[in-house]
C-alpha cells in the first residue's frame, strides 16, 4: 500500500510538472510573437516641414510640361530604313532617333566633292597663268567664284546627306513616333516626339493684383491628383509683364525637379506662397488626421511616429494651413504610411516627398 500510494503520489506531481511547463512555453511564444509583430516598423513617406516664410498663398492650376518638348522633324526627304530605340526609352543630345535610306544623297556628296577638287585645280591653274600674263583679271576672278560655287554645293550636298540620320535635338525621353519603317518622308515632316523630364514647367495665369504680389524665387507648391502624396516643390522662373488680350491675365512660369511617375500633360494643383511670416505650415491633406480639437500630424523622429496637434487648420485645394505651438522648421513630416499610424509606433521611411 506504502509502495502503491508513493507511485500515486510521483503521477501526480509529474502531472502537475508538465501542465507548468507546457503553460510556461506557451507563454514565452506568446511574448516572441508579440515582440515580432511590434518588430514590424509601418512603412511611410515624408516630406520636411517648411519654414513658415508667407503670409498668403494664391491658387494655381496648370499643365505640368517637360522642361523641353519638341515634334522633330526630318531636314530632309528619303525612305525610312531604321528606327532606334522604344517609345519611353532616353536619347542623349545628338543621338539617332531614325535612319533615311542615304545611299542616292552619299553619291550626291561625292560628286559635289569631285566637281568642288576639280574648280580648285582651275583655281590653281588660273593663277599661275594670270601670274605668267596669259589670262585676264576676268578669267581670274571667274575661276575664283568657280571654285567657291563648287564648294557651297558640295557642302550643301554633305549636309543633305548627314541630315539623313535625323538626331535628337536636345536630351530627353521619346514620347512619341509618327513614322514606320519603310515611310517616305518628306522634308519638314515631323517624325518622333521628344520631352526632357528631368526638369518640369508650369504655367499659370494670375490676374494683376495677383501678379505685384509674386516675385522671381517664390516658391510653389504643387500636387498631381493622379499621384496622391506626391509634393512637388518649385520656383517661379518667369514673369510675363505683358496681360494677354481679351482675359487681361499674365502668365507666370515656374520649374520643378522632375520626378518618377509624373509624365508631360499632367494636372497640377498648386499654391504659391507669397513673402512674408508666421503664417504656419502649409502641409498635404493626408497628412493631417482628425479634425477640430482631434487634429494631428505625425513626425517621424528616431524610428517612431510622434503625433503632434495642430489647431487653425485651413483647407487650400489639396493642402492644409496648419499651425502647433511645438512644430519646428526641417521636421520629417509623415506624409503617408503603408497602415493605420498611431503616437509611438515603429517606423521606417522609404522615401521622402520632395527632390
Do not use: C
Amino acid at each position: 500500500m506504502k509502495r502503491g500510494a508513493l507511485y500515486f503520489l510521483l503521477v501526480v506531481i509529474f502531472a502537475i510538472v508538465a501542465v507548468v511547463l507546457s503553460h510556461l512555453i506557451r507563454s514565452a511564444r506568446s511574448e516572441r510573437e508579440l515582440a515580432t509583430d511590434g518588430s514590424q516598423a509601418i512603412s511611410v513617406t515624408t516630406m520636411p516641414l517648411q519654414a513658415p516664410s508667407f503670409i498668403d498663398t494664391i491658387a494655381v492650376t496648370a499643365s505640368l510640361r517637360g522642361i523641353h518638348e519638341a515634334k522633330v522633324s526630318a531636314e530632309t526627304g528619303g525612305r525610312v530604313i531604321a528606327l532606334y530605340g522604344e517609345v519611353g526609352d532616353f536619347f542623349g543630345n545628338g543621338e539617332p532617333l531614325l535612319q533615311l535610306d542615304s545611299s542616292l544623297k552619299s553619291l550626291n556628296a561625292q560628286q559635289a566633292r569631285v566637281a568642288f577638287e576639280k574648280a580648285e585645280a582651275d583655281l590653281a591653274r588660273a593663277e599661275n597663268l594670270f601670274k605668267a600674263k596669259s589670262i585676264s583679271d576676268s578669267e581670274l576672278e571667274a575661276a575664283r567664284l568657280g571654285a567657291k560655287a563648287a564648294e557651297v554645293a558640295w557642302r550643301m550636298a554633305q549636309t543633305d546627306y548627314e541630315n539623313t540620320t535625323v538626331r535628337a535635338p536636345f536630351a530627353g525621353t521619346l514620347a512619341g513616333r509618327f513614322v514606320e519603317l519603310g515611310e517616305m518622308v518628306a522634308p519638314g515632316v515631323p517624325v518622333a516626339s521628344l520631352v526632357d523630364l528631368r526638369r518640369l514647367k508650369a504655367e499659370f495665369q494670375l490676374t494683376e493684383k495677383e501678379l505685384v504680389a509674386t516675385d522671381e524665387g517664390d516658391s510653389v507648391l504643387g500636387a498631381i491628383d493622379a499621384l496622391p502624396g506626391l509634393v512637388l516643390h518649385g520656383t517661379i522662373t518667369a514673369r510675363s509683364l505683358q496681360a494677354s488680350e481679351g482675359t487681361r491675365v499674365f502668365s507666370v512660369e515656374a520649374t520643378f525637379p522632375g520626378m518618377r511617375g509624373i509624365a508631360s500633360g499632367m494636372f497640377l494643383r498648386g499654391f504659391i506662397l507669397v513673402d512674408g511670416t508666421g503664417a504656419g505650415f502649409l502641409v498635404p491633406r493626408e497628412a493631417v488626421y482628425g479634425s477640430g480639437d482631434e487634429a494631428r500630424i505625425y513626425i517621424a523622429e528616431n524610428g517612431k511616429a510622434q503625433a503632434r496637434k495642430v489647431h487653425g487648420e485651413s483647407p487650400r485645394g489639396a493642402w492644409i494651413l496648419v499651425h502647433g505651438d511645438d512644430l519646428q522648421p526641417g521636421e520629417s513630416l509623415i506624409v503617408t504610411a503603408s497602415k493605420v499610424i498611431e503616437d509611438g509606433a515603429a517606423i521606417s521611411e522609404s522615401g521622402e516627398n520632395q527632390p
